[in-house]
């Protein structure tokens, strides 16, 4: 698995971005949000049970990451048409903020290193990208357990003070200074 101080891999993928067929689907690639931070988090399918829950949180959460400059990006081996299914169904998806990317041929959960070896699907990972594409923050949850999305705002707010920060740190509060 790729890991803080790489590079995130080149990709060029379909996403959903809405309900309406005749604008459902972007090409997204690492040019499309050049000189802002990503948040890209993926999960292992549509349709299930966990994922809903984690993708409604980042949602209900797009304003605060975008006040921090960051693009929020989801992403499962999924197809961009199985994404729109699920978001036309699923009520708590249909206003989904972000967009949603099909890494249907594996390339970049492959190059990431959290194609789960025994499903075959995306492990349950989150990345968090500087906007000279630099990895600055990996976490990876256990297929059956999701994530909190609180957490990653607050280590995006840490890493952009470009600062030492004591455990727990929260924005507002004192960094270390040596």
């Known amino acids: 698995m790729l890991g803080v101080g790489a590079k995130f891999p080149q990709f060029h993928l379909k996403a959903t971005v809405s309900n309406d067929p005749k604008t459902a689907f972007i090409d997204v690639n690492n040019q499309t949000y050049k000189g802002k931070w990503l948040v890209v988090f993926f999960y292992p399918k549509d349709f299930t049970f966990v994922c809903p829950t984690e993708i409604k949180a980042f949602g209900d959460l797009n304003g605060k990451f975008k006040e921090r400059d960051a693009q929020v990006l989801a992403g499962s081996t999924d197809s961009e048409f199985v994404h729109m299914a699920w978001r036309t169904h699923k009520e708590e998806l249909k206003n989904l903020p972000f967009p ?58 840490a890493l952009q003070t470009d600062e030492l920060c004591p455990c727990n740190w929260e924005q507002g509060k004192e960094t270390i200074k040596v």
């Open 100 to 157: 949603m990317l099909a890494d249907i041929k594996r390339e970049l959960t492959t190059a990431l290193g959290i194609l789960d070896p025994v499903e075959g699907v995306a492990q349950r990972a989150t990345f968090v990208v500087d906007p000279q594409g630099t990895i600055r923050h990996v976490s990876v949850y256990d297929l059956s357990v999701g994530r909190n999305p609180q957490e990653i705002i607050r280590t995006l707010d």
